[in-house]
């Protein structure tokens, strides 16, 4: 099968930017308990739900900070490929008494989905290049995204059925149009960042707005999603903001770090910020989040983002803080 143009153009950049052998001396990103034979994901450590907007926000997540994915990456993708619906879009998956993966429920959004599978492909591009089913998952699951794009915004409704957009979902999407350089993916980028800031900033109360959905305009601000949403641009390297990066962390780590920490006593940990705080250089915060999240690895309330988390900030040799630290 040909490989498509828009595929060719991000493989030859891929190509370039440094030899594969490079993977072999990252550490692997160790996934046991959160993977079956066939390369399903799941959420939890042995769990029997498989969503794949968390397998591949973890899988992209350790990539992203200099893990080798390669083994469960390409394994998933297999297991995935056979499940995507033809409209391009995915659900999520329970297994039953007989071991046996079925659809039980939606996504809970599709724009995102289908922008962080793509992403995921993209990290492995000689098996993209040489697999015809990837390339015709790519193919459609690009078609799919771009159906959900409004001109009117410049912004990516959350499906076809629900006509909004969420900030979260958007920067995921510009996140894949920014990752590869290419005259073409910058300027999408360009423009959608541009789209999401006009959609989302709001001047008056200085922040970003989570939806695009006028009762949440009234509710009351939560730490999911309201205050994780003005962290999140940081996650995605994300350039509109309205400070420099390092105060705007610093400034949500004030208001917000004592909150964030006590999510592990009621809800998931959040690793994903842990790892954000290791970027910042917050060796400080990362190794709160080590002390106050650690308990709860592999338990109930602990997600596969959140192992890869875990792997990510202890393989830097970081490890929890002394019980008479001040994390608050």
């Given at each position: ?10 493989m030859?950049?891929a190509?370039m930017?440094?030899p594969?052998?490079?993977a ?11 993977t079956d ?7 939890l450590?042995g769990?029997?739900?498989a969503d794949?907007y ?6 992209l ?7 080798d ?7 998933f993708?297999?297991?995935l490929v ?11 998956f329970?297994?039953g008494?007989?071991?046996k ?5 939606t996504?809970?959004?599709d724009?995102s ?5 793509m992403?995921?492909l993209?990290?492995m ?7 015809p ?7 459609i ?5 771009e159906?959900?794009?409004q001109?009117?915004?410049?912004i ?16 995921e999407v510009?996140?894949l ?11 999408e980028?360009d423009k959608?960042?541009k789209g999401?800031?006009n959609?989302f ?8 707005m989570?939806?695009t959905q006028?009762?949440?305009r ?11 949403a ?7 390297e994300?350039p509109l903001l309205?400070?420099e990066?390092?105060?705007y962390y610093r400034?949500?780590m004030r208001?917000h770090?004592?909150?964030w ?6 809800d998931?940990p959040?690793?994903l ?8 250089n917050?060796k400080?915060?990362a190794?709160?989040?080590l002390r106050e999240a650690s308990p709860l690895?592999h338990s109930?309330?602990w997600v596969?983002?959140d192992e890869t988390?875990y ?9 929890a ?6 994390c608050?």
């Amino acid at each position: 099968m040909t490989v498509k143009p828009v595929i060719a153009v991000w493989m030859l950049i891929a190509a370039m930017l440094g030899p594969a052998s490079l993977a072999s001396a990252a550490p692997a990103l160790d996934l046991r308990g959160y993977t079956d034979d066939a390369g399903a994901l799941t959420v939890l450590h042995g769990g029997d739900s498989a969503d794949p907007y968390f397998a591949m926000q973890a899988l992209l997540l350790a990539h992203e900070n200099g893990m080798d994915i390669s083994a469960p990456a390409e394994k998933f993708a297999n297991w995935l490929v056979p499940r995507q619906k033809p409209d391009g879009t995915f659900d999520r998956f329970c297994r039953g008494a007989d071991k046996k993966w079925v659809s039980c429920k939606t996504a809970d959004a599709d724009d995102s989905l289908l922008a962080i599978w793509m992403k995921l492909l993209e990290t492995m591009p000689a098996q993209l290049n040489k697999n015809p089913a990837w390339q015709k998952s790519y193919e459609i699951s690009k078609k799919s995204l771009e159906h959900l794009y409004q001109p009117s915004r410049g912004i990516y409704m959350v499906s076809p059925v629900y006509l909004h957009g969420l900030f979260m979902d958007n920067l995921e999407v510009w996140s894949l149009k920014a990752h590869l350089k290419s005259s073409q993916r910058t300027a999408e980028a360009d423009k959608l960042a541009k789209g999401i800031q006009n959609t989302f900033w709001d001047p008056v109360n200085k922040r970003f707005m989570v939806s695009t959905q006028l009762e949440q305009r009234s509710q009351k601000p939560a730490f999911y999603p309201d205050h994780v949403a003005q962290i999140f641009p940081l996650l995605v390297e994300f350039p509109l903001l309205p400070a420099e990066a390092g105060m705007y962390y610093r400034n949500w780590m004030r208001a917000h770090r004592a909150d964030w920490l006590r999510q592990s006593e009621t809800d998931y940990p959040w690793g994903l910020l842990a790892v954000l705080a290791l970027r910042q250089n917050d060796k400080t915060s990362a190794r709160c989040w080590l002390r106050e999240a650690s308990p709860l690895r592999h338990s109930a309330r602990w997600v596969i983002t959140d192992e890869t988390a875990y792997q990510i900030v202890a393989g830097k040799g970081l490890t929890a803080a002394a019980k008479n630290t001040s994390c608050g």
